[in-house]
């Protein structure tokens, strides 16, 4: 049994609260937010977020930091991404040398164009910094459906240890030593699932969605093969897996924001009705600012920034997509 803390009392940290009280181990949640921390104390499910999902008493909800974050075997940092420096910065002084921390946010810093791992392994040298991320729904795994993930981390050893913390007979977990590709494939998807949502507020087909899945995962493989990531895996859990699922899934947050933004709304009016953190949103102007530092041709990621931040009509963005120069699908093949 390991003890351990989950920093974020969303959907997401709350089900992964769930699946590892499940699988036996002394679980803490800590919120900011001391409304949440009654509401979640006293009722035991989390009504807006997982609705029908209870939690088990077991689990202890709080809003001590320190006490979160001192002594426990693993720290799941399960913050939106636009908060993810600021709490690795508060804990900072908590955390213990070798102290696992393991980042299921899924994004890129704007300002810096940092993974969130090297955010938090910036302003926590001395953790032992890990990812966990794949095509996993929330609402699902709160409700234990079948689930597969993957973990990375700086060494095999720290990954399968995770891998043996988190896996459970509705929760496969694989391992990968390449981080990097894991953490873009994970933003960068939210994204295209802005573009697919858009699609679908226009009415477009699945022939459109299936379009910007398999041209936006070339975009992703692009980028993250320059950047040093490994191209398998944008092709795994973490890259085609999460492409599809955030792209197709009525859970989809990003997907929902893209498709009120299709059917006329402003991202700010979008992101207000969906009533949760957007990241794709956060992660479109650090996507953009990622192609042009490594000159690589990202043209979905360009047009969901007009959109979403220069006011062009959702319609005449996906009219420009289609009528761009014509290309060869795979320019690495050699005709005979």
């Avoid at 181990?25 to 977020?49: N, R």
């Avoid at 077991?58 to 636009?82: H, W």
Wanted: proline share 4%; hydrophobic share 45%; aromatic share 4%.
């Amino acid at each position: 049994m390991a003890k351990i803390s989950v920093l974020g009392a969303g959907s997401w940290g709350t089900a992964l609260a769930i699946l590892l009280n499940d699988n036996g181990h002394q679980v803490q949640v800590w919120s900011a937010l001391e409304d949440e921390i009654q509401m979640l104390s006293q009722t035991h499910e989390h009504a807006s977020k997982l609705p029908g999902v209870k939690i088990a008493e077991s689990i202890v909800f709080t809003g001590d930091l320190e006490g979160a974050v001192r002594d426990k075997d693993v720290i799941v940092l399960a913050v939106p991404s636009p908060f993810t420096r600021d709490t690795a910065h508060k804990i900072k002084a908590l955390v213990g040398e070798g102290q696992k921390i393991v980042n299921v946010a899924k994004g890129v810093e704007e300002g810096t164009l940092m993974t969130l791992s090297e955010i938090i392994e910036e302003e926590i040298p001395q953790a032992d910094v890990a990812v966990l991320s794949g095509p996993s729904h929330a609402e699902e795994v709160g409700r234990r459906i079948p689930t597969t993930c993957v973990v990375s981390a700086g060494t095999r050893e720290t990954a399968e240890y995770l891998q043996s913390v988190f896996m459970s007979p509705v929760f496969r977990v694989y391992t990968t030593p390449d981080m990097l590709g894991v953490e873009l494939g994970a933003a960068l998807k939210n994204v295209i699932a802005l573009a697919a949502g858009t699609a679908d507020g226009l009415g477009y087909g699945d022939n459109t969605k299936a379009a910007l899945i398999t041209r936006g995962v070339a975009e992703i493989c692009r980028l993250g093969v320059c950047m040093g990531a490994k191209m398998e895996t944008f092709y795994g859990l973490s890259g085609m897996g999460d492409l599809i699922v955030t792209c197709a899934s009525g859970h989809s947050r990003n997907r929902r924001a893209g498709f009120l933004i299709g059917q006329g709304r402003t991202m700010e009016e979008a992101m207000e009705e969906v009533k949760m953190v957007v990241e794709g949103v956060y992660s479109a102007k650090a996507a953009k600012g990622l192609a042009e530092k490594y000159q690589i041709e990202m043209p979905i990621v360009t047009e969901v920034c007009r959109v979403l931040f220069e006011g062009k009509p959702a319609a005449d963005a996906v009219n420009d997509l289609m009528l761009r120069d014509k290309k060869v699908e795979s320019p690495a093949l050699p005709w005979e």
